[in-house]
């Protein structure tokens, strides 16, 4: 009689063809990974520039503060300030940070502040364009902090490339063009 051989694992050539569909596989998947990831940092970014902007409104309605907004410059120490302006209203560094930023910085972390934010009220708000003061008849038009600069550069790279914007009244947007002030 004949006896049958049981066979007990793989040979050589099965192994390397899976191990060439596993690698094929990986290398069709890895872009959309690394995509999956910017957008959920700027998911996240978003969502600290929404937590920026309820510190604020917070700040805002504090009566110890007279209805003013946040000073996000020091003048005396001649430098940005928002962590000391809200870390009372729950902002930390972290909060400060975009996540797509590879160095914040550690006195005010990521996001670029509109200097015409310095303690005043929401009456007070102006801003100088066309070589005069226009006051802000609308909060929702001003921005107060953005990942991303005022021009027709984009800021960190999130998808798109797109920056995201915290505006005066609280509301958090993004955008893949600068949004111009508008009175």
Aim: net charge neutral; charged share 10%.
């Amino acid at each position: 009689m004949k006896q049958i051989r049981s066979r007990e694992g793989f040979s050589l050539v099965e192994l390397l063809v899976v191990v060439a569909i596993v690698a094929m596989l990986a290398a069709l998947l890895t872009p959309t990974i690394q995509s999956s990831f910017e957008h959920a940092k700027s998911a996240k970014c978003l969502s600290n520039l929404h937590q920026i902007g309820t510190a604020v409104q917070i700040y805002v309605s504090d009566p110890a503060n007279n209805g003013q907004f946040p000073p996000i410059f020091d003048t005396a120490a001649g430098s940005l300030s928002p962590l000391a302006a809200l870390s009372n209203y729950g902002v930390t560094l972290s909060v400060l940070s975009c996540p797509s930023d590879p160095s914040p910085k550690p006195s005010y972390g990521s996001y670029m502040w509109n200097a015409v934010e310095q303690g005043e009220t929401a009456s007070d708000m102006q801003v100088f364009r066309r070589g005069r003061v226009i006051t802000i008849s609308k909060l929702s038009r001003l921005q107060l902090a953005t990942d991303g600069p005022y021009g027709p550069t984009t800021g960190f790279p999130h998808p798109g490339p797109s920056f995201n914007i915290l505006w005066a009244d609280g509301h958090v947007t993004s955008s893949n063009a600068p949004v111009p002030v508008t009175p």
